[in-house]
């Protein structure tokens, strides 16, 4: 179930979004995105939480959205990266580990899992070709911060803090230490 409230937190209206779980939101524009691991991307209308269409129907959960310049990049449980313009599938990245976490800065597409970040590179033209620049140590949850990319380490004890620079191979620049006991 989807629930809206206004910055008041007043409750305005819920839809029942999926049969199951849903595990992530997105919006662009007039437009809410929802992922489950019934293998289903719905389109909702924002204002009235009225289904669009359905984007993708298959068998395997989608686990994570992450929504730039228009595009709608869907990552799964199989590793399959999906981007979207308009609704309409445009690329497809396999990338062979699940995607629990996912960011686009520019043609970096950053995924991650429980031990891994990945920096891939989308290579441009029509074919969903993409090149591995790097993998860092590291897990979920992650985010973009200005020129940055922070990640949680393995042991899920630091947040480690790298440049989101090709040039400078993604070099660490500081970890944020949680406290030890």
């Known amino acids: 179930i989807v629930k809206v409230w206004d910055p008041h937190l007043r409750f305005l209206m819920e839809a029942r979004a999926h049969e199951s779980v849903v595990f992530h939101l997105a919006t662009i524009g007039d437009t809410l995105y929802t992922c489950s691991n019934d293998g289903t991307i719905k389109a909702w209308d924002i204002d009235t939480l009225e289904h669009k269409k359905t984007l993708l129907q298959y068998d395997s959960e989608v686990w994570r959205f992450f929504a730039a310049q228009g595009r709608l990049y869907a990552g799964d449980v199989q590793g399959t ?30 995924t991650v899992r429980d031990r891994d970040l990945v920096i891939t590179e ?10 591995t620049r790097q993998t860092i140590e590291g897990s979920s949850p992650m985010c973009l911060v200005g020129d940055m990319i922070c990640f949680v380490s393995r042991s899920a004890r630091d947040i480690l803090v790298h440049d989101n620079n090709k040039e400078s191979s993604f070099r660490e620049l500081g970890k944020i230490q949680v406290g030890y006991n």
């Open 81 to 110: 990266v999906r981007v979207y313009e308009n609704d309409e599938l445009v690329r497809i990245y396999d990338l062979t580990e699940e995607v629990r976490d996912m960011a686009v800065s520019t043609q970096l597409l950053y």
């Open 122 to 131: 989308l290579l441009p033209g029509p074919k969903g070709r993409a090149v």
